[in-house]
């Protein structure tokens, strides 16, 4: 594999990506909090779905702060776990829709739309600080890509709260809910794949220098 290792690889973060970083964290765990006892209220599918994908978020970006100064190969091994965590949050979102068809529990809308409007606001305002470092190495990738989508998802939930208020059904709080498992799916698996793209590259920088030693002896 091609690799440009002329220069030492960069152990510092882009400026301005920990501070960031520390904002989204924060304002992750909070609407956390907020959403998960909005949704445990109102009985909404994509409401849970949101919060637990707010905790996931969290986590994601301890895991970033924790690997912000190693090496692309650290970083990139981070974005791996990250991207398969968002792919199984997917898969989770789309298990609870099925239970929630079967058990025929209609949420509350008005909860849904008020939370959901106060989610959007945090989620556009963190995905505005991180949009400068969203083509930036798998790690800054992955932290753009769980703002963004969680901003959609914010969207989508309110248009699920109209949904279920025209209707009386829960038919559009679980179409939404089985989007955002979609939406969290593809996302994991792009993230995945700019990963292994960073590991390979730093695997492959690391051996060039050592070849190029035993060479000279």
Partial sequence: ???????????????????ALWIALWVNLAMFAVEGMASLSSGSVSLMADAIDFFGDSANYILS??????????????????????????????????????????????????????????????A?????????????????LCSRNDAISNIAVMVAALGVFGTGTAWPDLVVAAIMGTLAITAGISVVRHA??????????????????????
């Fill in 196 to 217: 292994r793209s960073d590991i390979a590259e730093a695997k492959a920088c690391s051996v060039e220098p050592a070849a190029a030693g035993s060479s000279n002896r």
């Fill in 1 to 19: 594999m091609a690799c440009s290792c002329s220069a030492p690889e960069p152990k510092s973060p882009a400026p301005g990506f920990r501070k």
């Fill in 65 to 126: 702060l924790t690997v912000l100064s190693m090496g692309m190969l650290w970083r990139g091994r981070a974005a791996m776990v990250k991207g398969i965590t968002m792919a199984v949050f997917g898969l989770v979102v789309w298990a609870r829709a099925v239970w929630v068809v079967q058990a025929g529990i209609t949420p509350e809308p008005l909860t849904m739309g008020a939370v959901g409007l106060l989610a959007l606001a945090a989620n556009v305002s963190v």
């Fill in 128 to 144: 505005a600080i991180l949009f400068k470092f969203r083509e930036g190495d798998s790690d800054m990738r992955s932290v753009w």
